[in-house]
Antibody, heavy 120, light 107 residues
Framework: QVQLVQSGAEVKKPGASVKVSCKASGYTFTSYEINWVRQATGQGLEWMGWMNPNTGYTGYAQKFQGRVTLTRNTSIRTAYMELSSLRSEDTAVYYC?????????????WGQGTMVTVSS | SHELTQPPSVSVSPGHTARITCSGD??????TCWYQQKSGQAPVLVIY???KRPSGIPERFSGSTSGTMATLTISGAQVEDEADYYCYSTDTGGKEVFGTGTKVTVL
């Protein structure tokens, strides 16, 4: 079935970087955008950026410009989100989500989420 | 500051109608979609393009827009509809943004 499976939980120290993976299955990986969304504990959803897996084109929320990098490896149908210069406020669950053009880009498939904890 | 504003909470009795609003200056020019997020789970798309339901979403969920406000309506709310709901659209700067979120309690 159509799904996105993310990598496991991470614990990082302040100032470090984290790279989360998102593996697609059940559909043509290069035909749908991948978006990244995060959610701090007890807080709302926050859109971080998007990537076109076919072209590699990306777009980022202004808040994360310069700190987040979205990449992909089409041979293994996997998208990646790397966040650098981590601080305690980056502790959150990070989701990847498929943007479906048939739904005007709405996110119809979500990964299970990856918990990233930033602590000294 | 958030560009899409929602009420923090809405309560509804089972079988009654719940309405969740989403206010934003850019809404007249952009599509709005809605996500449902149950505790400890990933969000689920319930409305896209203002008022369309993806396959598998019950008919009791509907969406509408008027000016700078979008509304998600749950007609005949069920206990299983208890969740957080988020609108999503584009802000005045052309960037994607989620609403502040609304906790719906069915009791």
């Amino acid at each position: 079935q159509v799904q996105l499976v993310q990598s496991g939980a991470e614990v990082k120290k302040p100032g470090a970087s984290v790279k989360v993976s998102c593996k697609a299955s059940g559909y043509t990986f290069t035909s749908y955008e991948i978006n990244w969304v995060r959610q701090a504990t007890g807080q709302g959803l926050e859109w971080m950026g998007w990537m076109n897996p076919n072209t590699g084109y990306t777009g980022y929320a202004q808040k994360f410009q310069g700190r987040v990098t979205l990449t992909r490896n089409t041979s293994i149908r996997t998208a990646y989100m790397e966040l650098s210069s981590l601080r305690s406020e980056d502790t959150a669950v990070y989701y990847c989500a498929r943007g479906n053009g048939d739904y005007e880009g709405a996110f119809d498939i979500w990964g299970q989420g990856t918990m990233v904890t930033v602590s000294s | 500051s958030h560009e899409l504003t929602q009420p923090p909470s809405v309560s509804v009795s089972p079988g009654h109608t719940a309405r969740i609003t989403c206010s934003g200056d850019a809404l007249p020019n952009k599509y709005t979609c809605w996500y449902q997020q149950k505790s400890g789970q990933a969000p689920v798309l319930v409305i896209y393009e203002d008022n369309k339901r993806p396959s598998g979403i019950p008919e009791r969920f509907s969406g509408s827009t008027s000016g700078t406000m979008a509304t998600l309506t749950i007609s005949g709310a069920q206990v299983e509809d208890e969740a957080d709901y988020y609108c999503y659209s584009t802000d005045t700067g052309g960037k994607e943004v989620f609403g502040t979120g609304t906790k719906v309690t069915v009791l």
